[in-house]
């Protein structure tokens, strides 16, 4: 994309003929005032700035970093003092230029005091776009009272293997459901004026072994058919205004000096006219981690050349070193020019170059009743039963033991990123600022006619067994034991899983399996609560001596997920989420995707099996439903759209929400094809005895995959679809043929599978 098919108002193109060097290079930069010693960020402490904020701010600034979510402050005096540093901006800087305000906002504005919602791999496991882009509406308006302009959210890498930390800010194994997710919250996000931006771009979650920031081997069809197709959605179908690089090296080359993705793809392909902002300190590891460039002058000119138009979260490279280079005629001002233009039209479109700030917000609501209702729907729909012997719902137990390190802790129900997590833990004493009721408080809630006891029984990290004998006693005086088990999100090691927090095993972090085996030899009805960041390898806790009656797993659910899992424990609620990524059997099956071929899965020519525990898709209910019927188009050309019809009945005794799942198998392909791969879904809330006809408007393109040549197509050929409980499960099944020449698929091609219900 040319300067030229950018469209610049005459406002912008008089403030960039006017601008000076110094002050354009000002406007690509961020600043990060309250960066000290906080470690909310990778190697933040190695890489602080030296220069202070006044000297930073003499030719104006272009963004200012997470002033809400560094440090516990209040939200009403930081608005103040934010209103004030916006109006001496204005005032003081020679163009009167503000800042643009960006904050974390994965979970849920990550600010002191504001509403923590399910962690993204909940979102996945509701299959609900609908509720996310609700979600990201009331997020962007807390974001926009606070005088917030950029939320660095949605995560879209695509799950490859559960040891990587970060899983617990990603959606789902599926590139269609990330992408259809994704999209609806960045719909919601912008929906009140507030930019998302699409995180990591591109192929981050492929690192080897799953260890962060290692080298990624993927191929360009894997980047193509897998990593992509989120990002192209979001773009294309979602509209969004910002873009941020992937710390990763694809095949030796570091995304953040490539402009065949951050150029010729995004912008030249997929039309994206946005920003895009440098990974915090990524501008800067293209020297000192990646090796790539000598210095931080080079670095700059790498990442500039490369599309990246903002750095982030300061300017170690972008101001005093891109400035040599440019003075040197290594580096074309035009450049500058070209991110500078992209930069004030973003603030044009914010409406920052008109804003005079003078009234801060005297009063804020950052967790209203709203918040919560939605964090409380949304953890209940994200909810996975994955086995039940018939204890649950729980039939009026008189004696109930709360037992495990996540049962009275109200840190295990959120994900790495919400505040509490990513920065509170390093204030100790602070208070969270909002309710959060643990889930043993819940549970003394919901069973209130119960004697609840609760016992910790150990850490979820560490080898100290001394609770396991007052953990046993309890569990044998009870009814049933309900055993909460999982992960602590932190970072850098402060944690079992987030940023920098992977894993080289999947079985449950320190000596949680031996506490749950221990309780189950009691012979006391053992619920397991599974709270995690990822899936863990639990097959022994379905089958075997050391099954449990039911298990229940949940993914970081949030300020209302103690209370959401206890309306699933006492029947209230009936359970309706499904797994977003496959059970894993054991560390050493992966990475895995169902998304496999044939060659892919188990077969005779290895011993090793790599079939997970339980498949995507997987989710139980405390009802049953019928998939019949169904029927699809005979044939359709290659480009064109097929529809497909199924009808689900409940046939329990109860209402319930039954996620009805579309899958197709390409038979034969120029390349290997998946031998299962999601097409469309969608939740239906049936009565018992009810039924309800679904119908799926399927684009082609849907089966659309990477050529030998290189470019995405679709094949005429043979095609079978099924509809069933999980992508392992085929309840009824059909079939088409797609007819005709091979068809290119291009922008017009429409991506989303629409869905029509009819009761």
């Not at 799950?159 to 609806?184: H, L, N, Q, S």
């Not at 953890?379 to 009275?408: H, K, M």
């Not at 046939?651 to 390409?666: I, K």
């Amino acid at each position: 994309m040319t300067l030229t098919d950018i469209s610049v108002s005459t406002r912008v193109s008089d403030l960039i003929a006017r601008m000076t060097l110094e002050e354009k290079l000002a406007q690509l930069v961020g600043f990060w005032v309250d960066q000290g010693d906080e470690v909310v960020a990778p190697m933040a402490g190695e890489m602080a700035s030296s220069t202070a904020y006044a000297d930073a701010t003499v030719h104006g600034l272009g963004q200012l970093t997470r002033v809400y979510g560094t440090r516990p402050v209040d939200p009403i005096e930081r608005a103040a003092w934010l209103w004030e540093e916006q109006r001496r901006l204005i005032r003081e800087t020679r163009l009167g230029i503000p800042a643009l305000v960006h904050e974390e906002c994965l979970t849920g504005l990550a600010a002191w005091q504001a509403a923590t919602f399910p962690t993204p791999l909940a979102w996945g496991a509701a299959f609900d776009p609908e509720l996310v882009e609700e979600m990201g509406a009331l997020i962007g308006e807390s974001m926009r009272e606070l005088g917030i302009h950029q939320g660095l959210a949605p995560v879209l890498d695509v799950i490859r293997d559960p040891r990587w930390g970060r899983v617990d800010e990603c959606i789902a194994e599926d590139p269609y459901v990330v992408g259809v997710i994704g999209t609806a919250y960045v719909r919601g996000l912008q929906s009140t004026g507030v930019h998302a931006t699409l995180k990591h771009f591109v192929g981050y979650s492929g690192s080897q072994a799953g260890r962060n920031h290692a080298p990624v081997h993927a191929g360009p069809r894997e980047i193509a058919d897998v990593f992509l197709p989120p990002f192209e959605m979001a773009v294309r179908d979602g509209g969004v205004r910002s873009v941020m690089n992937s710390y990763a090296e694809i095949d030796g080359v570091p995304v953040a000096a490539t402009p065949a993705y951050l150029t010729d793809l995004l912008r030249d392909t997929w039309g994206f006219d946005g920003t895009v902002v440098s990974d915090y300190f990524s501008v800067a590891f293209l020297q000192t981690m990646h090796a790539v460039a000598r210095d931080r002058g080079e670095a700059a000119q790498l990442a500039l050349e490369a599309g990246i138009d903002v750095e982030l979260p300061t300017g170690d490279a972008y101001v005093g070193p891109l400035a040599e280079r440019v003075r040197a005629g290594l580096v074309d001002e035009a450049l500058i020019d070209r991110a500078v233009r992209r930069v004030l039209i973003q603030k044009e479109e914010l409406g920052l170059l008109d804003e005079t700030f003078e009234t801060p917000p005297t009063s804020v609501d950052l967790d209203s009743p709203a918040h919560r209702a939605l964090a409380r729907r949304l953890a209940e729909e994200s909810v996975v039963l994955l086995s039940n012997d018939g204890t649950l719902p729980l039939a009026s137990p008189r004696r109930v033991a709360v037992i495990g390190p996540n049962g009275d802790s109200s840190e295990a129900l959120m994900g790495c990123y919400s505040f509490a997590n990513h920065v509170l833990a390093h204030h100790p004493g602070v208070p969270l600022g909002f309710e959060i009721p643990t889930l043993a408080a819940s549970v003394a809630e919901a069973l209130a006619d119960a004697e609840v006891t609760v016992v910790r029984g150990c850490d979820a990290e560490g080898d100290d067994r001394s609770g396991f004998a007052e953990a046993e006693d309890a569990a044998r005086a009870a009814d049933v034991a309900i055993v909460a088990v999982g992960d602590r999100a932190g970072l850098f090691g402060r944690g079992t899983v987030g940023e920098g927090n992977d894993a080289d095993s999947l079985e449950l972090p320190g000596v949680q399996r031996e506490l749950v085996e221990r309780l189950v030899a009691t012979g006391t009805p053992v619920v397991l609560v599974i709270l995690s960041g990822r899936p863990y390898a639990i097959d022994w806790a379905l089958s075997g001596e050391h099954a449990v009656a039911a298990v229940l797993q949940t993914f970081f659910p949030g300020e209302e997920g103690g209370a959401a899992i206890a309306a699933v424990l006492s029947g209230e609620v009936s359970p309706s989420g499904h797994l977003p990524v496959s059970l894993p059997r054991s560390s050493g099956s992966q990475p895995y995707s169902y998304l496999h071929p044939i060659l892919g899965g188990p077969n005779e020519i290895t011993s090793a099996d790599s079939t997970p525990a339980l498949p995507f898709g997987h989710g139980l209910s405390y009802t049953t439903f019928e998939r019949s019927d169904l029927s699809v188009t005979a044939s359709v050309p290659a480009g064109d759209a097929f529809t497909a019809t199924v009808r689900v009945r409940n046939t329990g005794g109860r209402a319930g929400t039954d996620l009805v799942q579309l899958y197709a198998r390409d038979l034969h392909g120029s390349i290997t094809r998946p031998v299962a791969q999601l097409l469309g879904f969608a939740r239906v809330q049936l009565d018992a005895g009810a039924e309800a006809t679904v119908s799926f408007d399927v684009p082609t393109a849907r089966l659309a995959f990477t050529g030998r040549e290189g470019v995405r197509i679709v094949e005429p050929g043979d095609i079978e679809l099924w509809v069933g409980p999980s992508c392992a499960e085929r309840e009824t099944e059909a079939a088409t043929e797609i007819v005709g020449d091979v068809h290119r698929v291009t922008a017009s091609d429409r991506r989303i599978v629409e869905v029509s219900i009819e009761r």
